[in-house]
């Protein structure tokens, strides 16, 4: 029989098998015996460590004494997307990490699934811990640019402030990356979905399918609206650049994982023999999906060593324990393959001097060309700024990498009335810190347009 | 091993550990059990005229997750006959002749009646009574229980009756539920008693059912207040055990009850004068079979000590409890942090700051933020100190070891 690209394809049953959640929630007494067990420490690290800065000694008080409601508007307040980064944050690194229990050789305080005990509790109930402002005549108008976490965030917090907020989202459903790209068995669409519903009910308007760049174009919407956030993310995943990148079963992880939260399960089919190529979070994401998917084989391939793989530990021991094996100092020159990929042709390296990233400069190893076989490849070797819809701003300042530049404590950019956040800002980084940006912003368009209409009101 | 053996007034037992009178003690079936567990003895539940009990008779405050730190409960004495009750006293000592069986009484205030049920109860074969003065709810309404411990006379009246006929030794319980223990335990004494135990429960209302509005436990919408024990309630028993054990005018053995559910409980109350210990409300939580841990940690805790009897500690404590004019002026102690075990909670900077005097202050120390005691400032209050969740981390040290400068030196010396 002939083999068949893409050969793998799970049933629904297996899927469900294997897709269960990472961290499944913790139930009421679980809960509430983890609550009990938080310090409730002064000026406590987690606050600082979360990008948000929420005030986690003292949500994690209001569960322990019975007072979801409290927890939840607590959470809310700062993070208006508590619920997803309750379940994708990297806690590992950020509250939990510095949380003082890890000093006293003790687990900390698992603080991610108390964060979404409170805010799944209110979903739950259907609770609203801080409904929107009335909107009174002095109210800004805002357009966001795209529904993604910061645009959410963002659009939320005006809401709340009572502004009337219009966000414009060129996909067929809001949520952006934690939408269309968030490991699944950390978040679903489904969660995110409802996420963003709760975010419509309080008076946020999504335009979707609409594409801000020619028409409308930012000008168009700074024209129409008192202020305008702009948080469309990055670009496309930066391209291999080698020849055989365009054989079939060749796709950016983005495009994959896409196609995962889009499709219908019995669809989605993964090669027997996956190759990973890069090692950041999101190839580790694309990797575990493959295995997950019924991959035989995953293999990550990385050109540098573990030291300097940007994924965060913790994905990394996760993805080992499930079996991907990772392929230090490994680059592929060329993909192999008629219509359909075979193979990577692939060279080793060694590393050398320090680059200006600070990390070692991988350089090839002469003569040390071989072949990984494989029936699919995905890369994942980053994600650039989306230059050609950034270009279509006038005046927009970029910095050297096509981030566009901000005044940090307000996010304004260099064009009046023209805020921005996320990762066309910062390059790349958690939702949780596209959150904060969408949130800082939000506060800075209050202040400084809504509020002065409002001063000009009283 | 150490020799656990206790003698309370001259009523012998294996162990310390005996069951107070309460719901644990309500059967032969009961004792048997806590007898095979290991018990040393055991109170009768209150043996008196029959009563009606209500439904919904418990209720108790949780603290965190730790359930049943304080208990309450409107339940009365025993509702089985009077014959039921004697008849399995007897059979329950000829069973288990070497373990303390005690029968509980609370009966009409009336002499013959009192002469009646004492020479009943100790036809049993049973190694004492216990007089029931104690029970703040329910039967003190019907002048009996707390309305004969709050008034030291009726407490003198009774005893003595019961002294008149009775050939076993008694054991007045006394109520806390008093401004002084002193003048109940003087009383008891005066009648004739041959031991006290203390304490009985504490009036309480534990709770409020916040979507009912009716305090807990509920019978048919109402409450009523109810007898409160359990751990919470250990720190007032141990001072009122050693008010006793300190007082001239009552001379006299104590059993010690109040909140007992670790050995060290147990330590603390031999240590402040009791003979031995009652427990109630642990067995009610967790059941007889605590006994083995508590009789394991107390003998393992001698032998560390070299202690062989319980009489080589018993009241050892006594002379430490003084009034507070008698205490150091010029004994000076300063809490110090290690900051090898500090983990950076914070949590005794806040409590000094707002709660006590202070005398910490936030220093950078390897790029953070950490506490740091001001010595001068300190006035050694300990209070830093219990709020640190890591054992050891704050020290108190002692900077000054005193000179003798009490407030009663200063006042005979006009100095006050």
Known sequence: MKRRNLAVRLTPKEWKARWKEIHPPLTAAEALVEANRCLYCYEAPCIGECPTHIDIPSFIRKIALGDLRGAARTILSENPLGGSCARVCPTETLCEGACVYNRWGREPIRIGLLQ?????????????????????????????????????????????????????????????????????????????????????KLGVNIRREVKVGRKPSVADLLEKYDAVFLGPGLGEETRLNIPGENLKGVSAALDFLDELHNREVEKIRVGKRVAVIGCGNTAIDAARAAKRLGAE?????????????????????????????????????????????????????????????????????????????????????????????????????????????????????????????????????????????????????????????????? | M?????????????????????????????????????????VWKTVGEPIVNVSSRYSSLDIGTRRMMGFNNIELITDRTVEDNLREVASIKRRYPDHAVIVSLMVEPKRETWHEFVKMSEDTGADGLELNFGCPHGMSERGMGSSVGQVPEYTKMITSWVKEVARTPVIVKLTPNITDITFAARAAYEGGADAVSLINTINSITGIDLDTFVPRPAVAGKSSHGGYCGPAVK????????????????????????????????????????????????????????????RSGLSTWMEEKGFETLDDFRG??????????????????VASIDWKKCINCKLCYIACEDGAHQSIELVRRRGEMIPSIKQDDCVGCNLCSLVCPVDDCIHMVERDPGRGDTWKSRVSAGKA
């Open chain 1, 116 to 200: 979404r005990r409170a805010i799944d509790h209110v979903f739950d109930e259907r609770y609203e811990p801080i409904p929107a402002q009335e909107r009174e005549d002095g109210a800004a108008r805002v357009a966001v640019i795209g529904a993604g976490p910061a645009g959410l965030s963002c659009a939320a917090v005006l809401a709340r402030l009572g502004h009337a907020v219009t966000v414009y989202d060129g996909r067929k459903s809001a949520g952006g990356l934690n939408r269309h790209a968030i490991a699944l068995y950390k978040a679903t669409p489904k969660y995110i979905d409802r996420e963003v519903a709760a975010i419509r």
């Open chain 1, 297 to 458: 084989e995953v293999i990550v391939l990385y050109r540098r060593t573990r030291g300097e793989m940007p994924a965060y530990n913790h994905e990394y021991e996760g993805a080992l324990a499930e079996g991907i094996e990772f392929r230090w100092l490994v680059a592929p020159v060329r993909l192999l393959g008629r219509a359909f990929v075979t193979g990577a042709r692939c060279v080793s390296m060694k590393l050398g001097a320090r680059d200006r990233s600070g990390r070692p400069r991988p350089v090839p190893v002469r003569g040390s060309e071989h072949t990984i076989a494989c029936d699919q490849v995905i890369y994942s070797i980053g994600q650039r700024s989306d230059i050609r819809f950034l270009s279509t701003i006038e005046g927009l300042k970029t910095d050297r990498h096509g981030r566009v530049v901000v005044k940090g404590e307000t996010m304004e950019t260099s064009v009046p009335r023209l805020f921005a956040g996320g990762d066309c800002v910062n390059g790349g980084k958690e939702v949780v810190n596209a959150v904060q940006d969408g949130k800082v912003a939000a506060r800075s368009i209050h202040t400084l347009i809504g509020g002065s209409k409002e001063a000009s009101h009283a």
């Open chain 2, 2 to 42: 150490p020799d656990l053996t206790a003698d309370l007034a001259g009523i012998r037992s294996p162990n310390p550990f005996w069951l107070a009178s309460g719901p644990p003690t309500n059967s032969e079936y009961q004792i048997a059990r806590a007898f095979d567990a290991g018990w040393g003895g055991a």
């Open chain 2, 235 to 294: 720190p007032i028993a141990l001072h009122m055990v050693s008010a006793i054990a300190a007082d001239e005018g009552a001379p006299i053995p104590i059993s010690g009850i109040g909140g007992i559910e670790r050995w060290d409980d147990a330590a603390e109350f031999i240590l402040l004068g009791a003979s031995n210990v009652q427990v109630c409300t642990a067995a009610m939580h967790y059941g007889f079979r605590i006994v083995e841990e508590l």
């Open chain 2, 316 to 333: 050892r404590s006594v002379n430490a409890v003084t009034d507070w004019g008698n205490l150091d002026l010029s004994y000076k102690i």
